[in-house]
């Protein structure tokens, strides 16, 4: 049981620092049994910044509980704007901690490294070609609820911050559907900036191995050829090489098969764009997951986090010409999107390598207090082969349209583009056309709330084209700008975290309007004599539903009937697969914008 109250903390926290103490850490102060609480967050920033011309301290947003965000720009000229940093040929390496609070180690490395890198001279020449920015606390919600009962299952520090926001929100499911204050302003100072490298820095949860880090990289779907070719060609085997080298080895973030189950094999982990590693990759950037593992000692893991930080800063210098040249072609390849296919959702093969993977010995026991089993490791080292499933390949397929148009009435959807900085047309006179979108069938709702939103969990589309009126201040998202793959996996409900998939839509799954029985005693009867089709289809619904209540048979009817409502259940998003149409619209529509 943790021996250090809040108290203790707090008051390490205040002690008087002599000017060389400023610049440690809160772990190293410590002997590692604490993390950066938020005060040494914030006066470790100030520290940075005051001490150096290189370092340049500022908040970028507030979080949902009102604490300022901070972020520190390290740039060896003390250069702020993002264009006289990119006009210097450097790249920009955005590194991300405490997203999950509890989780905290990525806060104590980036301060070391940020400190190293300014003051050590093997270190400082790196930012001849490489600008940081970093953010210790993305949650800083969370890293004010500090307790020794947070993360029981981690081997420390003594305290540790919460997972989610101050409005239960885990921000690392937040990426696409922006609820969170804290990620409308990450997300601002992402298009600010548009780094040419992400790292987030995380803890996982899990099945013990030997290893103290495993990362996640963007698959080969999720970047283009030239990025893909960088990251596991140039990137990858030189932080592999290097970490080894330092004795430590890592891994893949991988999950077990079946869950505790280490016998049923290894599967690689795909990120999609609600996750911060996902959305980067949609945001045509390579990015980088770090999870160190959370039976390793706190000590361990900083330095594990502080050394693939270091090497990946080296990679990306040694090679920033051609890294920034490579995004800057995967932003034009990303603008040409429209008139191809595009896949949506990607799904594991039953193809596997066999790895050797250094894992730990471990023993089945039973439990005394559930009659269930469970395993425990030991501190034996064992390598294992073993089978690793890693191949996806493209499940859910979509031909890109030309533009997206929104109705003004959905707000809440058009905020959100705003949110992510979308361009997009505004329609200024009322426009009534027939446009192509889905009409959903067989959709089923989750039962329990997630991250806030009552989740659509399952349909079917069909696409169709439907007479739409667009009242003015409806817009036209075109398809031909950077930020192309971020549209589409907010506006394709397919998309795994799109925004119909979050309930934004969900009202147009909503019966209004219904019919009396005693109205349709009567239309029903006469829709069935004059339409034979209908009547065998009634006949066929009638004897697989023998159990439908009278209400039901009457609303079966209604639904067939002319006055059902043409709306319900019909995407109310439209796509323009006309580069021409498109043209025609905006000239004519959207006048002001020209
Ligand atoms: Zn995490």
Excluded at 117 to 146: E, K, M, W
Excluded at 220 to 231: G, I, N, P, R, S
Aim: aromatic residues 12%; proline residues 5%.
């Amino acid at each position: 049981m943790k021996k250090f109250s809040v108290l203790i903390i707090l008051s390490l926290a205040i002690i008087t620092l002599s000017s060389g103490q400023k610049l440690l850490t809160l772990a190293e102060r410590s002997n590692y049994h604490y993390s950066n609480d938020y005060p040494a967050t914030l006066r470790l920033c100030h520290a940075l910044d005051s001490i150096s011309t290189m370092v340049h301290m500022d908040i970028f947003g507030k979080s949902s509980a009102g604490y300022d965000l901070p972020f520190l720009i390290v740039d060896r000229d003390g250069l702020t704007v993002p264009q006289q940093i990119k006009d210097k040929g450097r790249a920009i390496i955005m590194i991300q901690a405490d997203i999950h609070a509890g989780e905290p180690e990525g806060n104590d490395a980036g301060f070391i490294l940020v400190r190293d890198l300014i003051t050590n001279r093997r270190y400082v020449q790196l930012l001849d070609h490489v600008s940081i920015i970093f953010i210790p606390v993305l949650n800083a919600d969370g890293l004010s609820r500090l307790s020794p009962y947070n993360r029981i299952n981690q081997n420390g520090p003594d305290i540790m911050g919460w997972r989610a926001n101050a409005m239960n929100l885990n921000l690392n499911r937040d990426y696409l559907k922006a609820d969170a204050p804290e990620i409308r302003a990450w997300i601002r100072l992402f298009n600010q900036y548009l780094p040419d490298f992400f790292v987030d820095c995380h803890t996982t949860d899990g099945a013990d191995y030997q290893y103290v880090l495993t990362y996640a990289l963007p698959l080969e779907f999720q970047l283009t050829q030239q990025q893909y070719d960088w990251v596991y060609t140039t990137y990858l085997p030189y932080v592999t090489k290097k970490m080894y080298g330092q004795g430590i080895p890592i891994f893949q973030y991988i999950s077990f098969r079946r869950w505790a189950d280490p016998t049923s094999g290894l599967v690689l982990s795909a990120f999609n764009p609600m996750y911060s590693t996902g959305y980067v990759w949609a945001q045509n950037r390579p990015s980088l997951l770090i999870e160190t593992h959370m039976l390793k000692d706190f000590r361990l893991r900083l330095w594990a986090t502080y050394y693939m930080l270091l090497h990946t800063i080296e990679a990306v210098s040694s090679t920033a010409d051609k890294l920034i040249k490579i995004n800057l072609q995967a932003d034009k390849e990303a603008s040409r999107l429209a008139g191809k296919k595009y896949t949506l959702q990607y799904k594991l093969t039953d193809d596997t390598v066999h790895v050797q993977f250094l894992g730990k010995q471990y023993h089945i026991r039973h439990s005394g207090l559930t009659g269930g089993n469970y395993v425990v490791y030991s501190d034996t080292n064992q390598t294992i082969t073993m089978p690793l499933w890693n191949k996806y390949q493209p499940d859910r397929s979509i031909t890109v349209p030309e533009a997206y148009i929104i109705p003004v009435q959905w707000t809440e959807v058009i905020k959100r583009l705003l949110a992510h900085g979308i361009k997009f047309y505004t329609i200024e006179d009322q426009y009534t056309d027939s446009v192509f979108t889905y009409r959903f069938s067989n959709i089923k709702f989750a039962c329990y709330p997630y991250e806030g939103h009552q989740r659509v969990q399952s349909f079917t589309t069909e696409k169709v084209k439907t007479g739409q009126t667009f009242r003015p201040g409806s817009i036209i998202v075109p398809i031909g700008q950077r930020a192309a793959q971020i549209i589409i996996h907010l506006l394709e409900p397919e998309a795994p975290s799109s925004l119909l998939s979050w309930g934004f839509f969900n009202p147009i799954f909503e019966q209004k309007e219904y019919a009396e029985i005693r109205v349709m005693e009567r239309l029903g009867k006469q829709m069935l004599e004059q339409d034979t089709l209908l009547g065998h289809e009634w006949t066929q619904w009638k004897a697989t539903h023998p159990n439908a209540s009278q209400w039901q048979q009457i609303n079966w009817l209604y639904q067939h009937s002319p006055c059902q409502d043409p709306y319900k259940d019909i995407y109310p998003v439209g796509m323009i697969y006309s580069r021409q149409k498109l043209n025609d619209i905006v000239k004519k529509f959207c006048y002001s914008s020209k």
